[in-house]
Nanobody, 124 residues
Framework: EVKLMQSGGGSVQAGGSLSVSCTAS????????MGWVRQAPGKEREGVAV???????SYAPSVKARFTISRDNAENTLYLQMNGLKSEDTAMYYC??????????????????WGQGTQVSVSS
């Protein structure tokens, strides 16, 4: 079974940068869709970014042009680089992975495998 272990995150002032990473074990995720979701206190979980096995990425409008999702298939690791952080980016960030079927990634909320979560806090 695939297990996802997250690292990174932390606290930063608005306008700063942080990164989070997610390393998979228990299987080869190079052909998987992988992504990031976040959940702020009192809010529903929100999809942040998804990256397909071929590197094609998509982003939520709220983070586009500020966040970059990437992956290193040789290391089974997923990354999220966050620049220009805003207070509204404060949330617990979770990585997720799922098999890719027919060249399409499923909806993030339907992914099978999840990391433990990493806190990102942005002060204004």
């Amino acid at each position: 079974e695939v297990k996802l272990m997250q690292s990174g995150g932390g606290s930063v002032q608005a306008g700063g940068s942080l990164s989070v990473s997610c390393t998979a074990s228990g299987g080869d995720t190079s052909n998987y869709c992988m992504g990031w979701v976040r959940q702020a206190p009192g809010k529903e979980r929100e999809g942040v970014a998804v990256i397909a096995s071929d590197g094609f990425a998509s982003y939520a409008p709220s983070v586009k042009a500020r966040f970059t999702i990437s992956r290193d298939n040789a290391e089974n690791t997923l990354y999220l680089q966050m620049n220009g952080l805003k207070s509204e980016d404060t949330a617990m960030y979770y990585c997720a992975a799922n098999g890719m079927y027919g060249g399409i990634c499923p909806t993030l909320s339907d992914f099978d495998y999840w990391g433990q979560g990493t806190q990102v806090s942005v002060s204004s």
